[in-house]
């Protein structure tokens, strides 16, 4: 299976921007759809953003008009642009990749903490 790092987290002031990557070990682009969760101390794991092999794009409520999900298919890279960010947004986010019928993986997830 295709294995998933992310890097780009960190601490940033509420209102900052902060960028997250998704390096994959294989190529993305027969991938089902690639996203990003987070998961805040205390709470479930939540959808972020998506990114079908399509095209598509589905962002949680929270987020919209705020993060950019993208990829670069030649770099086998998935990203999460996160601007104004809030201090609810702090959490540890994850890499995720669908793959159909034959199941998905995750990445070991990376810190994002926003100050108020």
């Known amino acids: 299976q295709v294995q998933l790092v992310e890097s780009g987290g960190g601490l940033v002031q509420a209102g900052g921007s902060l960028r997250l990557s998704c390096a994959a070990s294989?190529?993305?682009?027969?991938?089902?759809?690639m996203g990003w969760y987070r998961q805040a101390p205390g709470k479930q794991r939540e959808l972020v953003a998506v990114?079908?092999?399509?095209?598509?794009?589905n962002y949680a409520d929270s987020v919209k008009g705020r993060f950019t999900i993208s990829r670069d298919v030649a770099k086998n890279a998935v990203y999460l642009q996160m601007n104004s960010l809030k201090p609810e947004d702090t959490a540890v986010y994850y890499c995720?990749?669908?793959?159909?019928?034959?199941?998905?993986?995750w990445g070991g997830g990376t810190q994002v903490t926003v100050s108020s």
């Open positions: 995720h990749a669908n793959f159909g019928p034959f199941g998905s993986n």
């Open positions: 294989e190529t993305i682009f027969s991938i089902n759809a």
């Open positions: 990114l079908t092999g399509g095209g598509s794009t």
